[in-house]
């Protein structure tokens, strides 16, 4: 389906609001058009005679001048309304945009700068939205005006009006050829607009590396760069709507008016037909409100084809595969998991992890340790259904996780990650992420559990304190507690911590492995960690190394081993002593 048939269906969601608007535009354009009508007959039936008669011509200018207020009357009701359903329009679209995000899987966000997302969900649906307030305006009040101009210019001299009609396929075929250019133009310019949010919000976000390693001047290079091809192609559409827009019309009009004069000029000297001084002023006065919804029209060739092209992207995004958000609800399982003979690749044939066996029993605490690129945190990434194995089966209590929905598997699950996201708000809607079924007070609980309530109690405001973006006012350990007390307060059946405490001090550091002896009762507990000073009260550590495993046990057992954890843990403790 083509794009301006779906944004024609966005529209008849609101045809309510949209109809009565181009109703109000309808009268608003009859009332106007009925002027020239008004004024032709004061002057041929009144303002030629000998003897004038003021009285008619009062009672004339009074219904002119009432039709005019009429027509501002209407036209601005008609402008409320649309822009109402317009903005109605562009709320749906961008709330289903942003609800279809939600539902795509998580390489579609490794894929795609944030920033470019961000540009689809608010610069490329307010340009939608100028589709409908200026173009859908413009181009309806012109129809509805040339039509109206017509039906006169017949009725007056249907000669002169067939001349007249010939600016039609005149105007059609420059829209085509027009369109052409444009639609690859506006499509460059948006994606280079696209780019430049991205480069924004990555320079933002960066700033600290950026200005650490002073790349200032190169990332101004690399952005002008861009900026100056988004220069480059707006320039293009600046030339190819200049020659749309004044010169096209006035080209027009200027052919027009010479027949119009000839035509006429030719009628007197042959004294065919003699043309009242009325009918000359209505006719040229029909003839200028021809040109200027002509000229409307035209003006929003630009404007059609941004909106267009922007629509184009916004349901590429929706049209992008989703999962429906389930709702379906689980009772809280025991937490036995079970990898059974696993293999995962992120792309085709290169498999990250390869053929892994291993079984954590409820209440067990199970580490994963190993060095970069070993595979640890594809192992949480398949548990929490971000992705799903190439390979094997994963079970939960005996059940195939990928036979139940990806809400509804997590909903017994809590993750806390090595660098904690903090959304804008309070420390208390940071835990809770304002879910109506966690109270205040199991908030409180779960912050006192981690024990952060000893590390955030000298704040002014308590759990009530402002959280900004990201949590930057706060220290790495402060956000890590936060984090953390947000996976408790779910009461999570497996919990998993992802580095959770390579970016905190000591001292955080150990109140979170006080807590963690309490916390972890009844509870599955994967840890993956760098620090193996942290994980030596495991249950099993998991050793991996390009994919596989390599060696598990307790800690006990892998050092008395001296294997490849063994000379792991002996690196760590001399750094350390060093």
């Known amino acids: 389906m083509s794009t301006g048939k779906r944004l024609t269906q966005y529209a008849l969601h609101f045809k309510g609001i949209i109809l009565v608007a181009l109703l109000f535009l309808t009268i608003a354009v009859f009332t106007d058009l009925a002027g020239p009508f008004i004024a032709k007959h004061i002057i041929d039936e009144y303002m030629t005679l000998g003897d004038l008669n003021i009285q008619p011509i009062v009672w004339l200018l009074c219904l002119y001048f009432t039709l005019s207020i009429l027509t501002a009357t209407f036209r601005y009701f008609m402008y409320i309304q649309l ?23 998580i390489q579609y966000f ?48 249907w000669k002169m009006a067939l001349i007249a009609m010939i600016m039609i396929p005149v105007v059609y075929i420059w829209m085509i050829t027009y369109r052409k250019y444009a639609s690859k133009y506006n499509d460059i310019i948006r994606t280079k607009i696209a780019d430049i949010n991205a480069m924004i919000n990555e320079s933002i976000q960066g700033m600290t590396i950026i200005q650490a390693f002073r790349r200032e001047k190169q990332m101004t290079k690399e952005f002008d760069e861009m900026n100056e091809e988004h220069y480059k ?24 008016f010479t027949a119009f004069i000839i035509y006429f000029s030719t009628q007197s000297m042959n004294n065919a037909e003699i043309v009242s001084a009325g009918t000359l002023y209505a006719f040229v006065d029909y003839l200028t409100r021809l040109f200027n919804p002509i000229t409307n029209i035209v003006n929003q060739f630009s404007q059609l084809e941004r909106s267009l092209v922007a629509g184009n992207r916004v349901f590429e995004v929706m049209d992008l595969k989703g999962e429906m958000v389930s709702e ?34 409820r209440g067990e605490t199970v580490a994963l340790v190993g060095h970069t690129g070993s595979g640890k945190s594809s192992i949480m990434n398949l548990l929490f259904r971000f992705y799903d194995p190439s390979k094997g089966k994963i079970y939960i209590d005996g059940i195939d996780i990928t036979s139940l929905s990806r809400q509804t598997i997590r909903e017994h699950m809590g ?37 952060a309530d000893r590390v955030l109690r000298h704040l002014e405001n308590g759990i009530d304190e402002p959280v900004i973006e990201k949590g930057s006012t706060l220290s790495s350990g ?18 998993i911590l992802d580095e959770a405490t390579s970016n905190i001090d000591t001292e955080t550091e150990e109140i979170i492995q006080n807590a963690m002896e309490v916390l972890k009762q009844g509870r599955t507990t994967f840890i993956i960690a760098h620090r193996l000073s942290t994980i030596k009260n495991a249950d099993r550590i998991l050793v991996l190394e390009h994919g596989e495993i390599k060696e598990q046990g307790t800690h006990e057992q892998l050092v008395a081993a001296g294997g490849i954890y063994e000379q792991m843990y002996q690196m760590q403790a001399k750094s350390l002593q060093v």
């Open 110 to 157: 490794d894929t795609l700068p944030a920033g470019k997302i961000v540009a689809r969900v608010t610069n490329d649906t307010e340009a939608i939205r100028n589709l409908f307030v200026q173009v859908l305006s413009s181009f309806v009040t012109s129809t509805i005006s040339i039509i109206g101009v017509y039906v006169a210019l017949f009725i007056l001299n």
């Open 328 to 361: 379906e609800k689980m009772n809280r399982y025991d937490g036995h998991v079970i990898f059974e003979d696993v293999s995962f690749a992120y792309k085709d044939e290169e498999y990250v992890l390869k053929n892994l066996s291993f079984e954590a029993k």
């Open 478 to 495: 402060q956000r890590q507690l936060i984090s953390f007390a947000r996976a408790l307060a779910y009461d999570p059946a497996i919990l």
């Open 415 to 451: 993750i806390v990650l090595q660098d904690p996201y903090l959304f804008t708000g309070t420390i208390a809607s940071n835990v809770s992420l304002n879910n109506p079924n966690i109270s205040i007070k199991q908030v409180e609980k779960a912050l006192k559990a981690v024990g």
């Open 83 to 105: 822009q109402k359903g317009s903005n109605r329009i562009v709320q749906k679209l961008r709330k289903d945009v942003f609800g279809h995000i939600q539902t795509l899987p």
């Open 233 to 256: 192609y707006e320039r293009k559409l600046l030339v190819l709507d200049s020659a749309t827009s004044h010169n096209l019309v006035n080209t027009l009009r200027l052919i027009l």
